[in-house]
């Protein structure tokens, strides 16, 4: 056997490479082929890829029979007289084309014998097509599409809801033909579908599916009576043979399980009924946060699929941020691209137990942290120190906030649109701009660190505003007013209160709110002359905040005491010399290792140099000193 394998894998690999040169020789004389070449469709598409030099290359389509002598193909023809019911077209893709072939006609069954544009039988088409690559005049590639598609059967009438009544299942298989998935269609490798015709069977006769679900029932054992024979029995098959019906084979249980089941006549696609939602005593993370009302707290969110979930239950400890966009009908002729935001943060405690922007000392970069206290409970709650953030229009009425960074000096503003009226009522413009300024910082406090204490105020400072002043008529003339505090400047100084770790330590000393006025006037040329005349026309103004940061020198900083001038050797910051750090690895700053591994280590070294001392040659020789002077 071993001899012969060699001689059976070179004939096979002849073969092969006989089989391999001729189609290299039938490919050499075109220039383009379709891949795949052959197609067995039961749908009104199929497609393929041309791969060549599809360059001036154009396709005809035609519809073809075998002949009835030679039952051959008729030959390959460029002639697009051929009429069909299908057709082709073609899509670039590189150097290579995409051919779809497509069904021109309808797929319905025919209510009566008057239509013409219907399916007169079920098997509406069954039909074999070519189409053909050709180069001019001379075919150079064929692509064989054999089609046999069933018409569409539509339901004439309403469609049922009730359930499908299923027999009883003791004995009978819930379905004859389990791999027969597609009703009045051939369904691939399934032997026992009743919808295939013998030729599409011929096609995957070999290649059914095993077992019952492919409609094959497995052969009866050889220990069952029936499986046996009298010529080829053995003597005591008659007396150990086991007698088991047909219908008792192990898939039994696939389809039956020991009870009978008597169908209700309920509709099946009726809405199933949800229980009322149970709040949980103790929240875990994930689940739904509930209101005092039993009832899911949601807020709109945005699914995997990308869509806006108007009441979508809000997780507990999960934060997210959503972004929907929806369609406003304004007029019935007019809609607009409506944005709106939501965002769920869950913090630790209290509304003060937010991100510090230090520990203590402020870092740059970091939000500078405002409060607000109660006069009546004396407790401080975190308040806002912002500045505008113009997008979208630069309205101040659409204007967004960003937080006042610590150490970063900024200028930001909006447009308020002011129209004739407005500014001939001064009084009342400059209360709505100075307003709307002073929502920016509704803070009163500042925090001197960036680590805060809200129990206690001496870790605050009180924010001052200077006075504005007053001495301004209360309306204007002529489409002009002035005094208007259109400008904020927030004020912050700071200073640096020590060092930790060599790292210098900033805090704020005080933070003063500056109004500055401005006179606002509307512009009118010949081109634009209604505007001072019509009430109700506006011009936007600026509306403007800054903020700047100063920060006192050290030599400001309050006079060093007498222990720190006359001790400062031992202050290893600002000597080069530290005698604290002679021991430094036995001591705990030390954290290269373990403490206890430190000591004892060091513990060790003084041993060695104790006894390195004691048995070394300065020890011997006062050793040999005391013994001459004791002779």
């Not at 009730?162 to 298989?173: R, S």
Request: with cysteine; net charge neutral.
């Amino acid at each position: 056997m071993l001899k012969t394998r060699p001689r059976l894998c070179l004939n096979f690999l002849s073969q092969t490479l006989i089989l391999f040169a001729l189609l290299l020789k039938e490919d050499a004389r075109c220039d383009v082929v379709f891949l795949p070449s052959v197609q067995v469709v039961s749908g009104p598409r199929a497609s393929a890829f041309l791969v060549g030099n599809v360059m001036n290359v154009s396709l005809t389509i035609s519809s073809i029979r075998p002949s009835n002598v030679t039952g051959r193909l008729p030959p390959a023809s460029c002639d697009p007289s051929s009429l069909s019911q299908w057709t082709v077209s073609q899509e670039m893709m590189g150097k290579s084309s995409l051919v779809r072939v497509s069904l021109n006609r309808s797929l319905q069954l025919c209510a009566s014998t008057n239509e013409t544009d219907c399916c007169v039988q079920p098997l509406c088409v069954r039909e074999t097509v070519r189409v053909c690559a050709c180069l001019g005049d001379v075919p150079q590639a064929t692509l064989i599409v054999q089609a046999q598609i069933y018409a569409q059967l539509l339901p004439t009438g309403p469609v049922s809801e009730n359930k499908t009544v299923i027999p009883n299942q003791v004995f009978q298989p819930l379905g004859q033909c389990p791999c027969d998935l597609t009703a009045k269609s051939c369904d691939v490798r399934c032997c026992c579908d009743q919808d295939c015709a013998p030729e599409m069977l011929w096609l995957f006769a070999g290649q059914c599916l095993p077992g019952p679900f492919g409609g094959i029932i497995s052969p009866v054992p050889d220990y069952v009576c029936s499986a046996q024979s009298a010529e080829n029995a053995p003597d005591w098959f008659p007396f150990l043979c086991v007698a088991s019906p047909s219908e008792n084979n192990p898939f039994l249980g696939l389809f039956y399980d020991g009870t009978t089941v008597t169908p209700k006549p309920t509709l099946s696609f009726q809405t199933q009924q949800a229980a009322a939602p149970v709040p949980p005593t103790n929240y875990r993370q994930g689940a739904p946060i509930f209101t005092t009302d039993n009832q899911y707290f949601t807020i709109p969110q945005v699914s995997l699929l990308g869509q806006c979930m108007e009441k979508a239950p809000v997780a507990f400890l999960q934060n997210f941020e959503a972004v929907c966009v929806r369609t406003l009908a304004v007029l019935p002729w007019y809609t607009m691209t409506l944005t709106t935001q939501y965002s769920a943060v869950f913090v630790n405690g209290n509304i003060t137990a937010q991100p510090n922007s230090g520990n203590p000392g402020y870092q740059v970069g970091r939000p500078v942290i405002g409060g607000v206290s109660d006069d009546a409970t004396g407790a401080i709650g975190r308040a806002p120190i912002s500045l505008w953030q113009g997008v979208r229009d630069g309205l101040c009425s659409s204007a967004d906030l960003r937080p006042v960074l610590y150490g970063i000096n900024s200028t930001s503003g909006c447009l308020m649109p002011v129209s004739l009226l407005n500014l001939n009522q001064c009084s009342k413009l400059r209360e709505t701009v100075r307003s709307t300024l002073a929502a920016l910082v509704p803070a009163t406090l500042v925090s001197r660190t960036g680590k805060p204490d809200f129990s206690t105020l001496t870790s605050w400072s009180r924010i001052t505003t200077v006075v504005q002043n007053t001495n301004q008529t209360a309306g204007g003339s002529g489409g002009v007013c002035s005094g208007v505090p259109a400008h904020l400047h927030i004020h912050i100084r700071s200073v640096v209160m020590g060092t930790i770790g060599g790292v210098p330590q900033k805090t704020i000393q005080a933070v003063e709110l500056n109004f500055k006025a401005s006179t606002w006037s509307l512009e009118c040329d010949p081109g634009q002359g209604t505007i001072c005349v019509t009430p109700e026309l506006t011009q936007t103004f600026p509306v403007t905040s800054s903020v700047t940061f100063t920060e006192a020198p050290i030599g400001a900083q309050s006079p060093m005491s007498r222990f720190r001038m006359n001790f400062t050797e031992f202050d290893c910051d600002r000597n080069d010399v530290c005698w604290p750090e002679l021991a430094f690895p036995l001591t705990p700053y030390y954290t290269g290792e373990p403490y206890s591994q430190a000591l004892a280590k060091g513990l060790i070294l003084v041993f060695f140099f104790i006894a390195a001392s004691v048995l070394g040659t300065p020890w011997r020789q006062i050793r040999q000193a005391w013994s001459n002077s004791s002779l």
